[in-house]
């Protein structure tokens, strides 16, 4: 579960001053659901994600994932978290197990049960050729795989995953995406981001419309279509954003 | 305090660095083949081209002296030159070095030094060039051994005793124990070599481990997992200080072992034979240079943490550590300069005391005071820049600078 409630993040920018990258934000995720942000570039999910990650400090408000206060608890909230975004690469030296392994054990994991998960992870992803291989020499899908089996490594309860497709092409986005199902399907809370309205329309139960640092609008896609009387989301977006 | 964490981020720090190729590089190629490169390279060429230069025999130009057949018999009876007939533009061709020297006999030189009148004998050379120097040098040993001829002479003539010209003998008499005068010459390299080893060697692993992270993008994913950020910097600071001090020590005795090899090659070489200096480093100075040499490679490693973490990228890094050099080698040429002695002000200036109280350790002393003092001023300035680091990996807007 992801409680948010009236969560605000401003930076102190050279040019621009203070700037409020996201404010009054409040929603709730629930488990065995994915909760979809949907905005443009730079209309705050990355901030917003990051916050709940507890990578980044809010300004004001408050939030709570997997029943751990964000800012009281953030050891806690990461340890109930994988997290998966594009910029979250891997460490191009290690091999695939020795990256999946680095985590389990930065997540406390004891040996025999990090090598039982580790195992179970690896042969369910498919990973087994190239455990052994360094994490630069694998292909896209490949490193997909390895940073999908560091986010799962601890069995975590909450999986946010920020614009986790963004720049790969269909075949890797198509393992995401089932993963993300899978995440789902597993009773996980999804909290997910992404500026394509096809991946929303096709992933998410409810949807949340982010803009300016704003949540503007949020429903299940069949709740939007209602209240703004349009079947499209891409024109249930520009309605909304353009209000 | 989890060490546990600590210890894991520690154990993937280093196996990630020892796959960097240019970590491995500066870490361990650079130390153990630096020095040996510097000192016996070095010193082979330059025993080789002195060795040369004094055996070839130098032409010098003799000019005047026609009247004076006795002086010119004795100069062309010499073995160690090679004379050559006067030519009105010697200078020209003493600085073109077609003639090492000239030397000029003024007019009715035998007639005047059998009178006893003042008269003078003017060697031309280059200034500052060796082989003329050593041209110069031949002519003058000759003029003052057939001064001192003429004087035994006259005394001899008049039944005078010889040691009316030289009533006394004066003599340079060496106290100090080989090792020791070995170890003053040699001790202005310690802070050259190691010190400056010390902070290269963890130059890479620092920019790799901040600044690196930030352009892989690998940040934000170590960010994401549980352990604490003060488990996190220690790990990376545990990593880039295994770095240096691992550098410093391989500095330590590839120098302790150049040294043995060098004299003998040396030795071997030259055509002045043993220079009878011990050129060693005792293990007692080895391991004191090194403790000595902790708390600055703690300094440094928390210091190049925290400057490399400021930036966006491993270029950036760069461009930020490599001024550091100079702060450096600064400090280590004034350890060197002639009259910088450590006393209690110079021992809490970073780099500078490590510097002197090497070369002192090194040369066989033990200041236990200054050392005391050194060893507790540079730990305090390492906490101050770890403390700074371990700030700094909180701080959002160093992490995530854009």
């Known amino acids: 579960m992801i409680e948010v409630t009236n969560l605000g993040k401003q930076f102190r920018d050279k040019q621009r001053g203070i700037f409020r990258a996201v404010e009054g934000l409040s929603f709730r995720c629930q488990p065995g659901r994915i909760y979809g942000l949907l905005g443009a570039n730079g209309a705050g999910k990355t901030t917003t994600l990051r916050m709940l990650a507890t990578i980044l400090a809010p300004t004001t408000g408050s939030a709570t994932v997997a029943g751990y206060d964000i800012v009281r608890e953030p050891q806690k909230v990461r340890a109930s978290v994988g997290f998966l975004s594009t910029a979250t690469a891997l460490y191009g030296r290690l091999t695939a197990q020795e990256m999946v392994e680095y985590f389990g054990r930065l997540h406390g994991l004891a040996e025999p049960r990090l090598r039982c998960n580790l195992d179970a992870l690896f042969q369910r992803l498919g990973m087994n050729d190239f455990r052994d291989r360094r994490c630069d020499k694998l292909s896209t899908g490949m490193k997909q795989k390895v940073s999908i089996a560091r986010t799962l490594v601890h069995d975590p309860s909450v999986m946010i995953f920020d614009e986790p497709t963004a720049g790969l092409d269909v075949l890797a986005a198509r393992t995401i995406v089932g993963f993300i199902r899978e995440c789902r399907e597993a009773g996980k809370t999804v909290l997910f981001s992404t500026h394509l309205m096809n991946e929303a329309e096709k992933l998410c139960d409810i949807i949340g419309i982010i803009h300016n640092g704003r949540l503007m609008a949020e429903g299940s896609l069949g709740d939007l279509r209602e209240r703004y009387l349009q079947n499209d989301l891409e024109d249930i977006f520009v309605r909304v954003v353009q209000a | ?402």
């Open chain 2, 1 to 402: 305090m989890s060490w546990r964490n600590v210890g894991v981020v520690y154990r993937k720090e280093l196996t990630d660095s020892l796959r960097d190729r240019r970590t491995v590089l500066s870490m361990i190629a650079v130390p153990i083949l630096l020095m040996p490169m510097l000192t016996i390279g070095l010193g082979v060429v330059s025993v080789l081209l002195f060795g040369r230069a004094m055996l070839e025999i130098p032409t010098v130009m003799v000019l005047g002296g026609q009247d004076s057949p006795a002086v010119l018999a004795a100069l062309f009876a010499l073995p160690e030159i090679r004379i050559v007939p006067a030519r009105p533009d010697y200078a020209r061709e003493i600085s073109e070095k077609q003639i090492r020297a000239a030397v000029e006999i003024p007019r009715d030189f035998d007639a005047a030094v059998a009178r006893g009148d003042a008269v003078t004998v003017r060697i031309d050379m280059y200034q500052g060039e060796l082989k003329s120097g050593f041209g110069a040098d031949r002519v003058q040993k000759f003029f003052t051994d057939y001064r001192e001829a003429v004087v035994r002479q006259r005394l001899q003539s008049r039944q005078l005793p010889a040691r009316l010209a030289a009533p006394f003998v004066i003599e340079q008499k060496n106290v100090v124990a080989p090792e020791k005068v070995g170890g003053e010459l040699i001790g202005g390299l310690v802070p050259y070599f190691v010190i400056l080893l010390c902070l290269t060697g963890a130059m890479y692993p620092a920019i790799d481990l901040t600044a690196g992270e930030k352009e892989r993008g690998t940040i934000e994913t170590i960010l994401c997992s549980p352990v604490s950020r003060v488990h996190l910097v220690l790990g990376k600071f545990l990593m880039v200080l295994t770095a240096s001090l691992f550098t410093a020590l391989l500095a330590i005795l590839s120098m302790g072992m150049t040294f043995v090899a060098g004299k003998k090659i040396l030795e071997r070489l030259s055509p002045l034979n043993a220079t009878g200096l011990a050129l060693s480093i005792s293990l007692k100075a080895v391991i004191w240079v090194f403790v000595m040499i902790v708390p600055l490679a703690v300094l440094f490693s928390a210091a190049l943490l925290a400057i490399a973490l400021f930036a966006k990228s491993y270029k950036e890094a760069q461009s930020y550590l490599s001024p550091l050099t100079v702060f450096v080698i600064l400090p280590a040429i004034v350890s060197i300069l002639p009259g910088v002695d450590l006393n209690a002000g110079l021992s809490l200036i970073p780099v500078l005391n490590t510097s002197l109280v090497s070369k002192e350790i090194v040369a066989g002393s033990y200041p236990w005071n200054y050392m005391a003092l050194i060893f507790a001023s540079s730990c305090l300035y390492a906490a101050g820049a770890l403390a700074v680091a371990i700030h700094l990996f909180q701080r959002e807007d160093v992490l995530f600078r854009t």
